[in-house]
């Protein structure tokens, strides 16, 4: 069964990036090296993030100039990106497909894509990871197609900056699975439940 999942860093007080839109503040911290990224990415097929964090990977990371790093980090899995730009380049050898509007759609282009064998013949699991940012994941909260959240909780804070998940999600919809320590990190592990109107019936 495929599921939806938001893996991220974060800090304690909840952004994700300062108000630069940088995560140098991630790498001020000490970490052990990455056994629960290592599970977590065992399980994805397919990827989603929007144009901010795709910029972000390009500029940090190299990945155009050096497409390696890429596949060290991601592999060979389509990664799909919300962008209504035009002008973002590709990583060379990578799957990446550039998109816009309404994430159902797209969200059922990425299960199709995990599903249909090709991805799991190169060893590949059938989930969906949204690498972010917070606004695009709450987009697919809003359609019901969010299934889990995975915090790697660092001990920063910084104030202001990019919220984890700028929406209003209510206790009942959210249920705490997991609780682990991972050298300086705290990763918490929710379950997602559907919008109140859809268990409802509406």
Known sequence: MTRTQYYTATTVDGFLADERNSLDWLFEVETEPGAEFERFIAGIGAMAMGATTYRWVLEHEKVVERPEEWRKYYGE??????THRTDLPVV???DIRFVQGD???V????VA??????DRSRGYGENVW???????????ADEGLLDEIILGVAPVTLGAGAPLLPRRIDGG???????????????LTYEVGPPADARDGA
């Open 103 to 105: 994430v159902r759609p």
């Open 173 to 187: 919809r959210m249920r705490l699975t997991g609780v682990r320590q991972e050298g300086q990190f705290a990763y």
């Open 130 to 140: 949204l690498l972010g940012g917070g606004e695009l994941v709450g987009q697919f």
């Open 92 to 94: 060379p050898g990578a």
């Open 77 to 82: 899995r389509p990664c799909w990106v919300f």
């Open 113 to 118: 894509a995990v599903r249909d064998g090709s």
């Open 107 to 110: 969200y059922e282009e990425m």
